[in-house]
C-alpha cells in the first residue's frame, strides 16, 4: 500500500464521523442544506448539468463527491505529515483546519460554489469548522491505524 493510497483510504473513512457532525448541526437547526449537497448542486448548474436528477441519483452524487473530497484530502495528508504537530491528534486538528480553511475561505467561494464565512451563518460556519476538526483527528487516528507502506 502507498502512503497516498493509506492517506486515501484514511481520508474517506474519517469522512464518515464528520458526516454526523454536519448531520447533527443539520438535525438542530443550523445548517439547514449541508454543504457538500449545496457545492454539488451548484457545480452542476455551473457545469449546466442536467438538474432533474432524481432525487435518490443526486443523493448518491454528493454522497460520493464528499467521500471523493474527503479521500483526497486524506491522501495528501501523509505529504504533509512532518510538516504537523507531532502529536496525532494535534496533527489531526490542525490539518482539519487546514482542510476547512483552504475548501471554504479558499477554493469554493473562488470557484462560486459556497459562500466565504463571512457572507454564510455564523452558526453554519461553526458546524463546518466543527466538523473538519473531527475530520482532521479521525483522518489521523485512521492514518495512524492503517498498514505502513511497504518498504519504510
Avoid: N
Avoid at 436528477?53 to 479521500?71: I, K, Q, R, S
Wanted: with cysteine.
Amino acid at each position: 500500500m502507498t502512503k497516498q493510497l493509506r492517506g486515501l483510504l484514511a481520508g474517506v473513512a474519517a469522512t464518515v464521523p464528520m458526516t454526523g457532525v454536519i448531520a447533527v448541526g443539520r438535525a438542530v437547526g443550523w445548517l439547514g442544506t449541508p454543504p457538500p449537497e449545496q457545492i454539488t448542486a451548484a457545480a452542476a448548474a455551473l457545469a449546466e448539468v442536467d438538474d432533474d436528477l432524481p432525487p435518490p441519483v443526486f443523493d448518491a452524487t454528493w454522497v460520493a463527491a464528499h467521500l471523493a473530497y474527503g479521500g483526497l484530502c486524506g491522501a495528501i495528508y501523509p505529504s504533509l505529515r512532518a510538516l504537523l504537530p507531532s502529536s496525532i491528534p494535534a496533527a489531526g486538528l490542525a490539518y482539519g483546519l487546514a482542510v476547512w480553511g483552504a475548501s471554504y475561505v479558499g477554493l469554493m467561494p473562488a470557484l462560486r460554489l459556497y459562500p466565504s464565512p463571512w457572507r454564510d451563518r455564523p452558526s453554519r460556519t461553526a458546524v463546518m469548522v466543527a466538523a473538519h476538526a473531527v475530520f482532521g483527528i479521525a483522518l489521523a487516528e485512521a492514518h495512524r491505524l492503517l498498514p505502513e507502506p511497504s518498504g519504510q
